[in-house]
């Protein structure tokens, strides 16, 4: 069975068919992240306006790559949420005209769920029962995967997620949007132990808050900035490999406690991680090293399908479709549905 998936949900325009869940037989993502670095992060109109733009050739491509006609796809997938609601608009007024015009099921997908199922495009072997960790710019959460389609939240951010909060502390650094991949390599050369940072508690211990720790970095930053100005000194005297590195330690230990509790009291042995924080390296190091050490299996997208991406969506579509889920014409965005 050929899904056609569509993903609008942030910055990247992508489109993928994807064959029973688990083959990607065409994966196409246009970018926007040139144009949003010039703002410090993705400014949402703009997104749709680039959306709307280039959506068509980016399904043609799609279609092309995988040697198929729209006639050979047997369902179209969109996300329908979470996201920016005019990107997400994008999308799926898209996937109803062309659901509608090939006379094809409409499948609508949750972003998260379809996260997790990046993980069975590379892993054949992976089958719900597990846990998964979802950690990118937007969310940060730990949920059992009780099904294809039945999740559990477990413990979520309460205000930043992981992702928001390496973007936002790389920029208050001097380093260009997004900041995690920059972060991660400034962390590489960096001494984690220099700068001691707040380990931030909450109500439910599974639930995540980063607000408290990136205020602290940016506070940290802010006032070595101040002191050189006192002095009369350009260069502020702060090591921001350090302070990378302290904070990228922080918060990898943040989720990994977590998630190893997570699964102490679930009786979980079977891990995944997913989003596109997951393509961090300190947190694939040392979730690896953790979860080892108590006898859990770890599966981890490769780079590729870490960020947004469209056959990640078409993944979920498929056990959406055997679920039975399906959407009519009347299907609407939603910038902050639930799982």
């Not at 280039?54 to 043609?60: A, D, G, K």
């Not at 309460?158 to 502390?169: M, N």
């Not at 990898?252 to 961090?280: F, S």
Request: aromatic fraction near 6%; charged fraction near 20%; include cysteine.
């Amino acid at each position: 069975m050929r899904i056609l998936g569509i993903e609008t949900s942030c910055d990247e325009t992508a489109c993928a068919v994807v064959e029973d869940g688990r083959e990607i037989l065409s994966s196409v993502v246009a970018s926007q992240v040139d144009e949003h670095r010039l703002y410090g992060g993705v400014v949402p109109e703009i997104a749709s306006r680039r959306h709307s733009e280039c959506i068509v050739q980016v399904c043609e491509e799609a279609l092309e790559k995988s040697g198929c006609n729209l006639s050979d796809i047997d369902a179209v997938a969109v996300t329908t949420s979470p996201g920016l609601i005019g990107a997400l608009l994008v999308g799926v007024n898209f996937a109803k005209g062309l659901a509608l015009a090939a006379d094809k099921p409409l499948i609508p997908v949750h972003h998260i769920k379809g996260h997790a199922a990046a993980n069975y495009l590379a892993f054949p072997e992976l089958e719900p029962s597990y846990l998964c960790l979802a950690v990118s710019g937007g969310h940060s959460q730990i949920m059992e995967v009780k099904s294809y389609t039945d999740f559990a939240v477990l413990g979520r951010t309460l205000d930043d997620a992981a992702g928001e909060a390496f973007d936002k502390v790389a920029r208050a650094l001097g380093f260009p949007y997004p900041g995690g991949i920059y972060i991660d390599k400034a962390a590489r050369d960096g001494d984690k132990s220099k700068y001691k940072l707040p380990y931030p508690k909450t109500p439910n211990e599974l639930d995540f808050s980063f607000s408290g720790l990136k205020t602290a970095v940016i506070n940290i930053i802010h006032n070595a900035e101040q002191r050189a100005v006192g002095r009369g000194v350009f260069d502020a005297p702060l090591d921001k490999n350090a302070l990378a590195a302290s904070f990228q330690h922080t918060v990898c230990d943040i989720l990994c406690t977590k998630l190893q509790r997570a699964a102490e009291l679930t009786g979980h042995k079977t891990i995944a991680l997913t989003g596109g924080v997951a393509a961090n390296s300190g947190l694939r190091d040392m979730l690896n090293c953790q979860l080892s050490t108590v006898n859990c299996q770890l599966f981890v997208p490769p780079l590729s399908l870490c960020g947004d991406n469209a056959a990640m969506i078409a993944a979920q579509g498929y056990y959406e479709f055997l679920a039975g889920n399906r959407a009519g014409m009347d299907l609407n965005a939603s910038a902050s549905r639930g799982l």
